[in-house]
């Protein structure tokens, strides 16, 4: 935190685990494929359509043109700004206060099996091992902090607001370019609806 204070929490049984998203992706494909799931390579997902008999219309869209799926059931699984949430009515925009930025760095100091949460004035910066030497770092700040420019720039500019995890960074190396996840204010007012859209 700003004072120094700090703590480390453990699982009190199992443990924790950090994996880069395109090995996460490839487990998770994998595992339902395994569970009889039909996986639709290619295709984005455009809108919700009209139900009937119980079932729920998706239209998306592949290289040769619209697709049409009937479900039962939909799960919006397609991240932060969920457009199936949206059109369900369960997620709404928050103002954007906070902006992040994200980067995989080689060669943190003093990095361990844990991750790392640091509070500051201007927001918070995480630190996740992803094994191999390589960090995860995400900086989440009031947009006020945030200064036109280049991502790279602004990344390092960000950090330099944490002096601790700033040092610990200053002879790493930057693997993969910084890049900016957007605002992370989201309203819920619900996690599940069963109307018909």
Not at 83 to 103: I, K, N, Y
Not at 122 to 132: D, N, Q
């Amino acid at each position: 935190s700003p004072d120094g204070l700090g703590f480390t929490g453990r699982f009190a049984e199992g443990c924790g685990l950090v994996l880069a998203r395109e090995r996460l992706d490839h487990i998770l494909v994998q595992a339902a494929a395994r569970a009889g799931a039909t996986l639709l390579e290619g295709t984005t997902f455009v809108r919700l359509g009209t139900a009937a008999n119980g079932t729920v219309e998706l239209l998306a869209r592949d290289a040769r043109g619209p697709v049409a799926l009937a479900a039962r059931l939909v799960v919006g699984a397609d991240g932060l700004t969920s457009r199936v949430a949206r059109q369900a009515g369960l997620a709404r925009a928050a103002a954007g206060r906070t902006v992040a930025l994200v980067a995989h760095v080689r060669g943190v100091a003093g990095m361990s099996d844990v991750g790392e949460m640091h509070v500051g004035p201007a927001g918070y910066v995480g630190l996740a091992p992803l094994g191999a030497g390589v960090t995860n770092v995400a900086l989440v700040v009031d947009r006020r902090h945030v200064h036109p420019g280049p991502r790279a720039e602004r990344f390092g500019q960000l950090l330099a607001q944490f002096r601790t995890v700033a040092a610990r960074v200053a002879q790493a190396e930057l693997v993969s370019p910084a890049r900016g996840a957007g605002a992370f204010g989201r309203r819920t007012p619900r996690a599940t609806t069963d109307q018909r859209v």
